[in-house]
């Protein structure tokens, strides 16, 4: 079982900044991934970014990756999304998830994480 926590959500004007971070505790694996995904009123959650421990690999959304960075947090199991040039399309709940047995063909599908936070609500304001 693996827990997570997250933090960093807030309200923050358009071209602002904002950093998002998911603590993982329990059993996690070598082949660990942490990723987060976003939820738009009335839309489906998506994929945002994962980082995968073995090989300390990041992934992007191509509607975030110029702007936001993943990383992880030395040798913890915890990663920050940081998130730069925010938009209001940006405004949403931030679900961190995490999985100990994913393949990478699955790594942008929300089916492939068994573990989920309680999210986080990101409001950009125009």
């Known amino acids: 079982q693996v827990h997570l926590v997250e933090s960093g959500g807030g309200l923050v004007q358009a071209g602002g900044s904002l950093r998002l971070s998911c603590a993982a505790a329990?059993?996690?694996?070598?082949?660990?991934?942490m990723a987060w995904f976003r939820q738009a009123p009335g839309k489906e959650r998506e994929f945002v970014a994962a980082?995968?421990?073995?090989?300390?690999?990041?992934y992007l959304a191509d509607s975030v990756k110029d702007r936001f960075t993943i990383s992880r947090v030395n040798a913890a199991d915890t990663v920050y999304l940081q998130m730069n040039n925010l938009k209001p399309e940006d405004t949403a709940v931030y679900y961190c998830a995490a999985s100990t047995t994913i393949i990478l063909s699955a790594i942008q599908s929300q089916r492939a994480y068994g573990f989920w936070g309680q999210g986080t609500q990101v409001t950009v304001s125009s």
């Open positions: 329990g059993r996690t694996s070598t082949n660990f991934v």
């Open positions: 980082f995968r421990r073995n090989g300390g690999r990041s």
